[in-house]
């Protein structure tokens, strides 16, 4: 085979994989994880509660960025069985570890004094499990499924129910001093 001939091949070769990810992208594109049914008291009170979060789940892929979090809304929001789920989950997956059983803090921030170094709304918090945090906070975004993590922010955010604690208030100190 001359070397023109092997360089034609080549070509055809890359063609056809680039050709093959590009539909391989396009199918993962089309798919949109659902939450398993368990009960129907653990699904979203309403359709359009959850239209947001389906709109944006073939954004949220491992290795990928999420929209902005401010843009996301909690299927799962209020919705008591999805936070006692949540309260599983926290252990389950070893937040207890750094946050404290009862989310107080510990070697990480509190979660239950309404301070939020990142952000308290929930497509933030989302985006804080998903993506993890500088200094500290693991991404667990490849790790567990979407509608998990919002059972654990629907959690977390029970958990400092009516505190809100503007970012604004934090400077580099106090974040260091206290965890937050």
Not at 26 to 44: I, L, Y
Request: aromatic share 6%; proline share 7%.
């Amino acid at each position: 085979m001359t070397t023109i001939e092997r360089i034609a091949g080549a070509g055809v070769g890359l063609v056809a994989l680039l050709a093959l990810g590009e539909a391989c992208r396009e199918s993962r594109a089309a798919e949109v994880p659902q939450a398993p049914t368990q009960s129907s008291s653990a699904q979203p009170a309403r359709a359009d509660s959850a239209a947001p979060f389906v709109a944006h789940l073939e954004h949220i892929r491992p290795g990928q960025a999420p929209p902005r979090g401010t843009t996301m809304r909690n299927p799962y929001a209020g919705n008591a069985q999805a936070i006692a789920t949540g309260a599983k989950l926290f252990v389950s997956y070893n937040c207890v570890d750094c946050h404290g059983a009862d989310g107080s803090g510990a070697m990480g921030p509190s979660l239950a004094d309404g301070r939020w170094h990142f952000g308290g709304a929930e497509g933030e918090v989302f985006e804080s499990i998903y993506q993890g945090r500088p200094d500290g906070m693991p991404a667990w975004g490849s790790a567990i499924a979407p509608n998990q993590i919002w059972m654990l922010v629907a959690y977390v955010q029970s958990l400092s129910a009516g505190k809100n604690v503007s970012v604004e208030n934090f400077s580099g100190k106090t974040v260091e001093r206290t965890g937050h």
